[in-house]
């Protein structure tokens, strides 16, 4: 019998939040085979899925730095999957790739949608889709080429418990910084300073964040990792040191409502009277150099300089919309991922063993 598939398709362009069985469809049919497969290309299960918060932006029919999805179409995104079948010099049968199969369970894709993945000994396999991969790398190259922060220097993280802002926080430490982080409650922000070594994290939910911000920032800020925008990016500027840098790497705070007229943002005259250069990136700007960052990452994870906090949902493809949405609630710590498919964990080990242990 032929093996079924789930896949979800784009339904309608939510107003707000995506709402989990409205949003998209999920829609059941036979999956590809060995049979389908042309040069070049891989029949792959998907394992881990990424969840990331851009996704929401893919969703709205506006100028951006990729297409929007169509209605009908399958929900873009990337996994960790499994090699079912290979007509690719690239990766054989059995192997684990990093794949842009998109949300479904079975996926051919072509040499162009997938990546090997290459990590050194005493990492796992899903750091390749967080700590070591697409986020690991935006926090990476974000902090060394545009925030570069400088011994004693104070950097300021908003999102600061989430798949970036977790590893750009650490990142800064390793450069010597003083790095205070910004979390959406006090268990994440006991993380951020027991587990991953932040000097001060303060909850922006809380009725004193406004005082706590100015105390934690007696000598300014000289780096602040914008992952969030809004107001906590207005309170920031107020708080900037001159010739400061403002990486602005995400604004999750407003993709539910990019459709409707934006705000100015307040203190923006702080950029002239601070001298603050203010940059945008995507981390696709570094494609070139993502093997030199995956093997920093790498290493210090492999060297216990860098944790990788990870969030991994269960139930298979089915909740990876109710998961998205959880992203904007605050719903993870570290990388989000959806175990699409439950994995034999020895087999991993091995995996890890014979590939990872280079
Ligand atoms: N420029 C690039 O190339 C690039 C690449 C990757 C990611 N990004 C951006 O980086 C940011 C973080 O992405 P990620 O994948 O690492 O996700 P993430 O931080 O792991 O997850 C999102 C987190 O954002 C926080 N959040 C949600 N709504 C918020 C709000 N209204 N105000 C403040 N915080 C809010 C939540 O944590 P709390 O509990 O703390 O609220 C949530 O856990 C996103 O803006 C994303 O678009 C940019």
Redesign the pocket.
């Known amino acids: 019998m032929a093996r079924k598939n789930l896949t979800f398709h784009l339904a309608e362009r939510p107003k707000g939040n995506i709402v989990p069985g409205k949003t998209f469809n999920l829609v059941e049919t036979d999956a590809p085979t060995a049979d389908d497969l042309k040069d070049g290309q891989l029949l792959v299960e998907n394992i881990y899925l990424s969840l990331?918060?851009?996704m929401r932006t893919w969703l709205y029919d506006i100028r951006s730095y990729t297409p929007p999805v169509a209605i009908g179409e399958k929900m873009r995104g990337g996994a960790i999957a499994r090699v079912l079948a290979s007509k690719s010099s690239k990766a054989k049968e059995g192997e684990f790739v990093f794949a842009r199969s998109g949300w479904t369970e079975v996926a051919v894709v072509g040499e162009a949608e997938f990546d090997t993945i290459d990590l050194p000994k005493g990492t796992q396999l899903t750091h390749a889709i967080g700590a070591a991969g697409?986020?690991g790398l935006?926090a990476y190259f974000g902090l060394t080429e545009i925030g570069k922060p400088k011994a004693g220097e104070t950097v300021v993280v908003?999102?600061a418990?989430?798949?970036?802002?977790s590893v750009v926080g650490q990142i800064a430490k390793i450069n010597g910084a003083r790095v205070v982080g910004l979390?959406?409650?006090d268990e994440?922000c006991k993380v951020l300073t027991e587990e991953l070594g932040f000097d001060v994290a303060l909850n922006?939910k809380a009725p004193t964040f406004a005082e706590d911000f100015v105390k934690a920032t007696p000598d300014y800020i000289d780096v602040y990792w914008d992952?969030?925008g809004?107001d906590?990016l207005e309170k920031a500027l107020a708080r900037a040191a001159p010739h400061s840098r403002f990486v602005i790497?995400?604004?999750?705070?407003g993709y539910n409502s990019l459709d409707q007229e934006n705000h100015g943002i307040r203190n923006i005259f702080q950029v002239i009277t601070q001298r603050i250069r203010m940059e945008g990136?995507?981390?696709?700007d570094y494609r070139d150099r993502y093997p030199e960052g995956k093997k920093q990452l790498g290493q210090w994870i492999a060297e216990g300089k860098l944790k990788a906090k990870e969030t991994i949902v269960k139930g298979g493809l089915k909740v990876a919309d109710a998961a998205m949405s959880s992203?904007?609630d605050?719903?993870?710590t570290?990388?989000?991922l959806v175990e699409v498919k439950p994995i034999d964990q020895e087999e991993v080990s091995r995996y890890v063993t014979k590939y990872l242990a280079r």
Do not use: R
């Open positions: 990331d918060p851009a697409m986020t935006t908003s999102g418990a989430g798949a970036t802002g979390a959406g409650s994440k922006y992952n969030v809004g906590i790497c995400g604004g999750i705070s990136f995507i981390v696709f992203l904007f605050g719903g993870n570290g990388k989000l």
